[in-house]
T-cell receptor, first 112, second 114 residues
Framework: NAGVTQTPKFQVLKTGQSMTLQCAQDMNHEYMSWYRQDPGMGLRLIHYSVGAGITDQGEVPNGYNVSRSTTEDFPLRLLSAAPSQTSVYFC???????????FGEGSRLTVL | AQSVTQLDSQVPVFEEAPVELRCNYSSSVSVYLFWYVQYPNQGLQLLLKYLSGSTLVKGINGFEAEFNKSQTSFHLRKPSVHISDTAEYFCAVTKIQGAQKLVFGQGTRLTINP
């Protein structure tokens, strides 16, 4: 049972480059989300989706884009990377009725 | 809006000693409360949760937490810790309507010394 799978695990970008962090879940969860984790700040919600075709902004959406064409996939796009986007990114899906988020293992991004 | 404050950024304890990690929350509506654990270089996993019912909640690995509505707290406890409990612990809150949008605290790094 794979759960939530994120790729890549590590990435180094130069300022201004673009990239996509991939996230897939095999639990048929409707709700998926992206968080970023920074030291001393916990996890902050970037974007979330309540189902295919529906996305919305979280607490820190600027500089990021998302789409949800299928239930399984929820990619996060960085349009023009900035050093402030250096962080660890976590994708999560939500199991209805339990209040539980299931997290991927994270993607560590460094922007030079 | 909901918010969470974890009162200690780092907690060092000796092996087999008891530990308490403190969490206070703020919300104008009823909430669900969670503790997640993150082992080094891994994602987060659920330790325990309070949705309703008994205010004393038991989780995995011998941890428990008590929901105190009057003090808006959800402190995590373990009577005797092990080296393997070394990790970062996150308290999280969400309102019951729209329960998917968890708000996390800043995290508490628990270090167990032999």
């Amino acid at each position: 049972n794979a759960g939530v799978t994120q790729t890549p695990k590590f990435q180094v970008l130069k300022t201004g480059q673009s990239m996509t962090l991939q996230c897939a879940q095999d639990m048929n969860h409707e709700y998926m989300s992206w968080y970023r984790q920074d030291p001393g700040m916990g996890l902050r919600l970037i974007h979330y989706s309540v189902g295919a075709g529906i996305t919305d902004q979280g607490e820190v959406p600027n500089g990021y884009n998302v789409s949800r064409s299928t239930t399984e996939d929820f990619p996060l796009r960085l349009l023009s990377a900035a050093p402030s986007q250096t962080s660890v990114y976590f994708c999560a899906s939500f199991r209805d009725g339990t209040g539980e988020l299931f997290f991927g293992e994270g993607s560590r991004l460094t922007v030079l | 809006a909901q918010s969470v404050t974890q009162l200690d950024s780092q907690v060092p304890v000796f092996e087999e000693a008891p530990v308490e990690l403190r969490c206070n929350y703020s919300s104008s509506v009823s909430v669900y409360l969670f503790w997640y654990v993150q082992y080094p270089n891994q994602g987060l996993q659920l330790l325990l949760k309070y949705l309703s019912g008994s205010t004393l909640v038991k989780g995995i690995n011998g941890f428990e937490a008590e929901f105190n509505k009057s003090q808006t707290s959800f402190h995590l406890r373990k009577p005797s810790v092990h080296i393997s409990d070394t990790a970062e612990y996150f308290c999280a809150v969400t309102k019951i309507q729209g329960a998917q949008k968890l708000v996390f605290g800043q995290g508490t790094r628990l270090t167990i010394n032999p």
